[in-house]
Structures are given as C-alpha cells and as structure tokens.
C-alpha cells in the first residue's frame, strides 16, 4: 500500500499522473463529422502543394492527429474509388467497381444514412459529377459504379439535405422536386437557396471544370455554403466534402493539375478548419481513398517553388494514405489501420446504432 501510494505521489509530482488520466479519459464527442476525401491524394500530392505553394498548407498547420490508412479492398490490393469510398461511408470491405453494397450486392446502411435517421442533418459537395463514385456511395447502393440512372434514382430518393456538385444533366428536376428537394443551377443561385433540403450544380454542364479553367472557388464557396444549411440543426450534422480531380491530374501524370486542385483543396480545408475552430463542435477528418501515379518529389526549382515530380503509373497505386484530424475526437485517428476504420470511428463518435 505504501508503495501504491509512493508511486501515485511520484506520478503526481512527475506531472506524468495528468498525462495517464488524459490518455485514459474517453475522447470528447463532436455534434459535427466533416470527412474531406482528396482523391488520389497521397502523401507526396499534398506535400508538393505545401512546396509549390511556398511552404504553407492549412491543413497542415491544422492538424492535431495523424493517421495512415491501409486502402486495399475486398478483391484487390489497389482499391478504385468506389470501393474506397464504400469502406468510409458502410465500414465494410467491398469489391471494386460496387457502390454501398457487399460483394454478394447486399445495401450496406451508409454513415450518412444513419446519421439522417439519428435526426442529424448530412450532404455532400464534390468537385466531379454527384452521382461520381465517391459522392454515390453515401446516398447510393449499386452493384456498378457505371449504373449513373441508377445512383442517380437513389440519390435523387436519398435522405441528404444538401448536395452540390456538377452532373446535371444525369437528373431529372421534376423528379428531384418530387422528394423535396429545391433545385438551383449556377453559382448565383446556389447563394439564394436557403432550402433544408437541396442540389446545387455548378452549372448546365455535366462534368465540373478543372479549378483553373473556370471552376475557381467553387469548391470552397459550395462547401461553406453547405456547412450554413446544416449547421441550422441543433443536433449536428454530416458532411463529406471530395477535392475530385487531384484523382484526375494524378491519372493524367499531369503535375500542374495534381497541385493546383491539391492546392484548391488545402484552401477548402483552411476555410472549414477556420469555421470548426469557431464552432469547437466539430471534428474534421482529411483523408483519401488511395494515391494515383505512385508520385515522388524528385527535385525543386527554388526560384518558382516548383517541384520536380516522376509519375510511376497512370493508375491508382496500394500506398498507405494519410489521415489528418482536428477537433473533438480527433485523437482517435492516430495509428494505422484499415480505410473501414474511419467509418468504425466516425459512427462511434457520433453514437449512432
Ligand atoms: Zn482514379
């Protein structure tokens, strides 16, 4: 007893006995999940960003705890983004190709799903087409990420609150008008719609523009304005928010395009990290569902800040993909572990069942 007490006293006075209770303490429940996916994002993407964009990234000066996750799906060591996207949003392994159900095509309930039943507010913003892959597998469940009339029936039928994105040509308005949703084309519009339950397309076309050849802000601007509508429920909200096209410089082996949409979205982050840092509800999760082009930062041109990077591949590769967390519950995203893990803790912080 004497030596219990002994070394309690030396702990205390170690200050070692506060860090043990703080490691031992259950981490703080956030109201909000805001999942950020930059696709194909590895971990030499976002660091050319950082070079490129002069040695300053929001997202890592935001970050509190980081992660590797393991991206391998139910039938392959390299994941596509369907089956990447179906381990965040059902916590279960599935073959590529498939939407939000298991490789026998049974629906897999999603976290976005579940976070709608639980009386929460969710959407999603996307710089590609809405009913792409990654946006599909929260509201959609295919045996084909290729069925787009489909996922779009799904999606249009889905409990989500807000979706905005490119794609409108794949939609039918009145059919979406039908399950309550209000419906605005362009930027303008999408700034006067203050509709609980809404889509926003960037405009009339189908696939969203590269960010410097006219999409500008519209990332950011559709994320902040997601973020507007469903912070307006007092028992929080979901949101995944995807950088698409760092996926399609990466499959392109173009590097100006990699950085240029990593940088996009790193200022997305910053804009959101600002907004959850106010709100202190919030926890932000920023990840990817695989790396595209087995990049590597080879050298660096000290007069532009540009760097010098190989593609190894046309196609996504097996690396582990980072996780950057802030916010409350934030601590429980450090370590290694499988993509399915994400949603593991995302539905265990909310306390959804
Ligand atoms: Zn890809």
Not at 103 to 127: F, H, M, R, Y
Not at 163 to 179: A, E, Q, R, V
Not at 191 to 209: E, I, L, T
Not at 321 to 347: D, H, L, Q, R, W
């Amino acid at each position: 007893m004497k030596k219990t007490i002994t070394f309690l006293l030396a702990l205390i006075f170690s200050g070692q006995f506060s860090y043990c209770l703080a490691a031992m303490a259950p981490p703080k429940k956030p109201k909000n999940i805001i999942l950020m996916v930059g696709d194909g994002m590895g971990l030499v993407h976002l660091y050319a960003a950082y070079v490129a964009n002069g040695g300053k990234l929001d997202i890592y000066a935001y970050a509190q705890s980081i992660g590797l996750s393991i991206t391998k799906s139910a039938d392959h060591l390299i994941t596509d983004s369907a089956a990447g996207a179906t381990a965040f949003a059902t916590g279960k392994k599935t073959n590529n190709g498939m939407v939000s159900v298991a490789p026998d095509s049974t629906k897999l309930p999603t976290i976005a799903e579940q976070a709608c039943a639980a009386g929460k507010s969710t959407g999603i913003v996307v710089s590609c087409e809405l009913p792409h892959a990654t946006p599909a597998a929260f509201y959609a469940h295919q045996p084909s990420r290729r069925m787009y009339p489909q996922i779009v029936r799904d999606m249009s039928q889905s409990c989500a609150n807000v979706m905005i994105g490119g794609g409108f040509p794949y939609f039918d308005t009145t059919l979406l008008g039908k399950n309550g949703f209000q419906v605005s084309v362009g930027m303008d519009e999408m700034r006067g719609n203050n509709s609980n339950k809404q889509v926003c397309f960037y405009n009339a076309d189908s696939v969203p523009q590269r960010f410097t050849q006219g999409r500008g802000d519209a990332l950011r601007e559709g994320s902040m304005h997601a973020i507007d509508i469903l912070s307006k429920n007092k028992n929080g909200f979901f949101l995944m928010i995807e950088g698409s096209q760092i996926d399609w410089g990466g499959h392109d082996n173009d590097s100006a395009y990699v950085i240029e949409e990593a940088v996009d979205f790193d200022r997305t982050a910053g804009a959101v990290l600002q907004w959850a840092l106010n709100d202190k509800n919030t926890l932000v999760i920023i990840t990817a569902d695989h790396e595209c082009g087995g990049l590597t930062l080879t050298d660096f041109d000290s007069l532009s800040n540009r760097p010098y990077m190989n593609f190894s591949t046309g196609d996504h590769t097996a690396e582990p993909v980072p996780v950057y967390a802030f916010g409350p519950g934030a601590a429980v995203f450090s370590g290694v572990y499988e993509n399915t893990e994400i949603y593991v803790k995302m539905k265990t912080l909310f306390k959804l069942k």
